[in-house]
């Protein structure tokens, strides 16, 4: 199997739906510059509820991609409205407060809402339904399945979509104006209320789809799955240069792509029998060709979390983020 | 100059603007005919920029404020663009991110009629061609006086009645101050009653037919432009005499 390849096809999905969450968490803090840390839980929410409604319509009559379509079209109003509320009853009463505060409020919402999930879904991991048939096409020696292609197309219409909505209609330049400035976006009539819980809505919208695309990949949710995911969709926001909407996307796809390459080949880097010094010291497990592997694939989540480390030490601004003191 | 008509479209009685314990403005009244040009003396912190915030509602004040017989002390600041009344804030307050466009579409942002809306953009373009040049760069690209110039045509976007403009000649060279004063008259012209605040007390009196003085938050001085030029007090602090 060609490695390489391989985990760039599956580096490239993982990395799409990271990008997809990420841009919830950069259009909240473009906006307000708070980092909506129940983002994450929005996107289980998605999943879970998309997983009600496919395990309900399935084996009934409906075929199978409408089951899927149908369970998409009712995970993304229930987003936005969970999205809606945490603007309106958590984040804007706190609006003027100290930015520790609102912060504080995300963490709990993002405890509250897992929570929810576990009253209503229960504490066992779900299997998500695969309804549909999932043909693998083979591209030299690797390979890559029909879901995989449907992710990366599907992120990079949203991706599109949404820069189309941000930079070219009214509502959209209303949004960069009041992420400049709110007050002055307010002499201009803009209703930063309307704005700011719009742009809680629109992430939420993509959260779900996102929420669904973990499930039909990975093919099992739980109700802890948003924190992982929020926190790998936030390192990759930041990465990319949190507020940047570009950057989100750069941002997910790269730590999509170092990590499917970590966890591809870190068994290989850190297998101590291919060192002389080592593998004398290890003769019984390296004899006959074996391996010692100090580090496995399971390792694979350290890698965001180590980029995030490197960006926040190296450029902390982001790949694509402006200078802090721009802001003048 | 359009001749003043004898009702007031702004009129401010009693304004107190406090910062915590702190008075900015200490209960200042004053008032602004439709058609007129009045400016609003004073040196730095006399308190006249949160006086003009206090009008746009951009800051909580107590007394009164009426806009056009309507009580407005406790409108949100974004119904006001609504109503005729535009800020041009002090620092221009341009969108330094968003293209020259987008600044002058944002402008526009309450209206519908879409075919006005081109209209007006062209006639702004028109009248400051150095912005048509550069329609699509971002406007932080832009000078000091451009950026000034895109603030006042922004504001010209909304079609005010009423156009508040706080410093615009803070940081200009003295050509881009008369290039801005230039314009600013031609929108007086255009029967949009203007209310002014000035450091630059000369430049002022010269396009405003009235003004008032203001000192550590309250208006000491109320008189027509030619009587202020001549007021000893006035040559003595503001004009260095």
């Known amino acids: 199997m060609d490695i390489f390849l391989q985990q760039i096809i599956n580096g490239l999905t993982t990395g799409s739906v990271y990008a997809v969450v990420a841009l919830g968490y950069t259009m909240v803090y473009g906006v307000i510059q708070l980092i909506n840390f129940a983002h994450g839980e929005v996107v289980m929410i998605g999943a879970m509820v998309a997983f009600t409604v496919i395990t309900s319509l399935a084996g009934g009559a409906l075929p199978a991609p409408v089951i899927l379509l149908t369970a998409v079209v009712a995970a993304i109003p229930v987003c936005m409205t969970i999205g809606y509320l945490l603007e309106r009853i958590a984040y804007r009463p706190l609006r003027h407060a100290p930015r520790l505060a609102p912060l504080i409020t995300a963490i709990g919402m993002s405890i509250i809402l897992a929570h929810l999930a576990l009253m209503v879904w229960g504490r066992n991991p779900k299997a998500f339904p695969q309804i549909i048939a999932n043909p693998v096409f083979n591209i030299g020696e690797a390979s890559i399945s029909s879901v995989q292609i449907s992710i990366i197309l599907l992120s990079f219409t949203m991706m599109a979509g949404l820069s189309w909505f941000v930079y070219r209609t009214r509502f959209g330049i209303a949004m960069r104006a009041t992420a400049e400035d709110v007050r002055i976006a307010g002499l201009m009539g803009v209703n930063a209320d309307k704005v700011i ?13 996102a929420g669904v695309m973990y499930g039909s990949y990975y093919g099992i949710i739980h109700y802890t799955m948003g924190f992982t995911l929020g926190l790998k969709a936030f390192s990759a926001a930041v990465l990319g240069g949190i507020g940047n909407l570009a950057g989100a996307m750069l941002g997910g796809l790269l730590l999509g792509l170092v990590e499917a390459m970590g966890s591809g080949y870190i068994g ?9 010094l080592t593998s004398s010291m290890l003769v019984e497990q390296c004899k006959d060709g074996g391996n010692f592997v100090l580090f496995g694939s399971n390792y694979q989540d350290v890698f965001a979390f180590l980029m995030l480390i490197l960006v926040l030490v190296f450029r902390p601004s982001g790949l694509l983020g402006e200078r802090v003191s721009e802001r003048a | 100059m359009n001749k003043p008509e004898s009702s007031p479209l702004l009129d401010a009685l009693n304004l107190e603007v406090h910062y915590g314990g702190i008075a900015a403005v200490k209960g200042v009244s004053f008032s602004v005919m439709q058609g007129e040009m009045v400016c609003l003396l004073g040196a730095n912190g006399a308190g006249k920029t949160s006086t003009l915030k206090a009008l746009a509602r951009m800051i909580n004040s107590t007394g009164e404020i009426r806009y056009a017989g309507e009580k407005i002390n406790e409108l949100p600041s974004h119904v006001l663009i609504n109503k005729g009344l535009a800020l041009v804030p ?3 307050g341009i969108f330094a991110r968003l293209t020259i466009a987008e600044n002058l579409t944002m402008g526009a942002y309450h209206r519908q009629d879409k075919a006005e809306i081109a209209a007006d953009v062209e006639r702004i373009f028109t009248m400051l061609p150095r912005l048509k040049e550069r329609e699509n760069q971002v ?15 922004r504001a010209l976007m909304g079609r005010p009645k009423l156009l508040l403009l706080d410093e615009p000649s803070m940081g200009l060279a003295p050509i881009m101050v008369a290039k801005v004063f230039e314009v600013i008259q031609s929108v007086a012209a255009q029967g949009v009653t203007i209310f002014l605040v000035e450091q630059n007390a000369l430049l002022a009196l010269k396009v405003c ?4 003085v203001m000192e550590s938050g309250k208006i000491t001085i109320s008189d027509t432009a030619p009587n202020l030029l001549a007021d000893a007090r006035v040559r003595a602090a503001y004009l260095g005499e």
């Open chain 1, 197 to 209: 819980a719009a742009t809680f809505v629109i992430g939420a919208a993509l959260g779900a789809v």
């Open chain 1, 268 to 276: 290989e880097i850190t297998d101590l029998c291919q060192w002389s």
């Open chain 2, 90 to 92: 002090e620092g221009r």
């Open chain 2, 139 to 153: 406007a932080g690209t832009l000078s000091g006086g451009e950026q000034q110039m895109l603030a006042i045509g």
């Open chain 2, 209 to 212: 037919s009235r003004g008032y």
